[in-house]
């Protein structure tokens, strides 16, 4: 049985509904992400599962045991807030310690516990200081160390690294999770940064306007998007408007070059505008096995961005994006030069 | 000095000037006791009068319960409604703003009328029950001052973050209440507690005509029988307000910090 079941959550504010009829199960120790822009619920279905909305129709299980009732101090739920929320009253230790004095853990242990947690963290000694005294990297630690030191049953995580530069970001989303697996602690993570969701979920849930547009591991959601939702939103993505010269052979127009695709959309008569989507990894500039469509254009624009070269590439009135990695021997290629472009038929998706 | 900056400190002087001139002359007034010498006994002869210790001492303890009895109705109160219903804080704002347009005589007569000793709660049936009601006036009186400074010192901290911060690790309302919103609303809560002393001080209506035997009435019962010691009492009475306040002015100095630094 799932560890944590959410069935058909409902959630409305008046007649403005933003969490409609979601339903996901997972299992122990899984880290989730739920993902997706502003406005689109998931922040919600974490306050909900924390318990601080009440849903206006579905359940939530944790254990085996039915929480959507239940006040959120009676859950043994753990929560890091994007704004830290450490008590500015309190020092580290008192702070970390709070949830085990609430819980009534006698002194000699909490001490204890606080220790292994500040350890933990890397950010032992910081005991006597006040969160004020704390940059917002080693605030949202301690406010992790704080959610953790009860042992949770579950870790609920808001948009943690939103308030911090990019640097500290990247490396205090790469603690979270070496501390979630090393504690085997189910998390659910909410967040609207792909890059972050792809890099710590073990499965990611995606979200827009209220609903599930797909649910599954960070490789599946970027190769094989469910819906163009999801394509957009997860990573980049090229749209090449292209017309159907023959819907039997799959054959297209691409700003008058000739290509072959290997699907078409069902509703595609011959003489039809479709539009073709493809990663910017999939193009290359040079041949590559299995590339099985050439196209000419000219460069339009080069971004430097170090180790890798993005290029924009007009093929007439199509303008495509693709990655090259910097080669320090030769010259990143100019504007307005011509080239030559080449891709698998099979990476291409029609949505 | 530049000619723009020489009107704003002449009306400045001005303004002071009005304020400080009467000071000045009381003071030096009250230290005329002795003929043709300045001295201290009109103050000597305040601080030797018992009935200055009974009143001051009943004022001072009368102020004291005010406060806490004002506290424990206005924290929550504001805690809830900023929290729960912020719709009702324009309801709350116009509420607390009442008792500065309400005059406390028409005030202490609405509460003789309704808690006389014929009434169905005779408060004023015995000196305890007066007392209670008087202390009921004075948090009343001293709501708009409590209400504003409370209400500031949670708009500085992110009550509700905290309090879900609290609640998912375990946190009751009490134990939130007491143990993370008090604490760090400390310094505002001082502010109203000052203010609020400084009110209950030198209150005379309502002590009065409910015939307590507070420090307002003592003041005004020596005013217009003595001739210096009335001096010697404003001089006492202003150094007591004027302390309350500079001590919010200190306290101000211990509020939490609530602000990372930046990375």
């Excluded at chain 1, 292209?242 to 691409?254: D, M, Q, Y």
């Amino acid at each position: 049985m799932a560890f944590i079941q959410v069935n058909d959550l409902t959630k409305s504010f008046g007649n403005n509904t933003v969490v409609k009829g979601v339903s996901f199960a997972f299992d122990k120790g899984e880290f989730i992400s739920l993902l997706g822009p502003s406005g689109c619920g998931k922040t919600t279905i974490l306050r909900m599962i924390a318990g601080f909305e009440r849903p206006t129709s579905g359940s939530i299980t944790v254990d085996g045991q039915d929480i959507t009732g239940l006040k959120p101090n009676r859950r043994q739920l753990g929560m890091v807030f994007q704004a830290y929320a450490l008590f500015p009253n309190l020092n580290v230790g008192e702070n970390i310690g709070f949830g085990l004095k609430i819980a009534g853990m006698p002194a000699e242990q909490r001490r204890a516990r606080i220790e292994e947690m500040l350890k933990l963290i890397g950010l032992a000694g910081y005991e006597k200081r006040y969160p004020y005294e704390l940059s917002g990297g080693q605030q949202q630690r301690v406010a992790l160390a704080r959610a953790i030191a009860p042992r949770p049953r579950m870790l609920l995580l808001d948009e943690p690294l939103s308030a911090l530069d990019a640097k500290i970001r990247v490396s205090l989303r790469e603690e979270i999770r070496a501390i979630q697996l090393d504690l085997g602690i189910t998390t659910v993570f909410v967040t609207h940064d792909q890059e972050e969701a792809l890099s710590i979920s073990d499965r990611i849930v995606v979200m827009n306007a209220g609903n599930i547009e797909q649910l599954g591991a960070p490789h599946e959601i970027y190769n094989k998007p469910a819906t163009r939702f999801v394509a957009s939103f997860v990573g980049q993505l090229n749209n090449i408007e292209a017309t159907v010269l023959e819907a039997a052979t799959k054959t297209v127009s691409i700003d008058g070059q000739i290509a072959t695709v290997p699907t078409l959309p069902t509703d595609a008569a011959t003489g039809s505008a479709v539009t073709l989507t493809l990663r910017p990894e999939v193009l290359s500039t040079f041949p590559r096995d299995g590339n099985d469509i050439t196209l000419t254009g000219t460069i339009a624009d080069v971004t430097f961005l170090g180790s890798v070269i993005r290029l924009r590439v007009a093929l007439g009135q199509n303008i495509v994006s693709l990655d090259t990695f910097n080669d320090q021997r030769t010259a990143p290629p100019a504007r307005g030069e011509p080239v030559t472009i080449s891709l698998a038929s099979k990476d291409l998706l029609v949505l | 000095m530049k000619t723009s900056r020489l009107w704003p400190w002449l009306v400045f002087a001005l303004g002071a000037a009005y304020f400080i001139v009467p000071l000045i002359a009381t003071f030096e007034f009250s230290l005329r006791m002795r003929r043709g010498e300045y001295s201290f006994d009109a103050y000597a002869s305040v601080f030797a009068d018992p009935r200055f210790h009974a009143s001051f001492g009943y004022s001072v303890a009368i102020g004291l319960v005010t406060i806490v009895v004002g506290v424990l109705v206005v924290v929550p109160a504001v805690y809830f409604v900023r929290l729960r219903m912020p719709w009702l804080r324009p309801f709350m704002e116009f509420v607390t703003l009442l008792p500065l347009i309400i005059p406390a005589l028409i005030l202490v007569y609405g509460y003789i009328r309704l808690y006389n000793s014929s009434s169905i709660i005779p408060f004023t049936g015995s000196a305890l029950g007066t007392d209670i009601l008087l202390t009921g006036a004075y948090v009343t009186l001293a709501l708009p001052y409590m209400y504003r400074a409370v209400d500031n010192g949670m708009r500085t901290i992110d009550i509700g973050t905290l309090t879900e911060a609290a609640q998912i690790m375990g946190a009751n309302q009490v134990q939130i209440i007491g143990q993370i919103i008090l604490p760090n609303i400390l310094v505002a809560i001082l502010s109203g507690a000052f203010l609020t002393f400084a009110i209950v001080i030198g209150e005379f209506t309502i002590a009065s005509l409910l015939n307590r035997p507070a420090f307002g009435p003592y003041l005004v019962n020596i005013g217009t029988n003595r001739a210096y010691e009335p001096a010697a009492l404003a001089i006492i009475s202003f150094i007591i307000t004027w302390g309350a306040m500079g001590m919010i002015n200190v306290l101000g100095r211990f509020a939490p910090r609530t602000s990372a630094r930046t990375d």
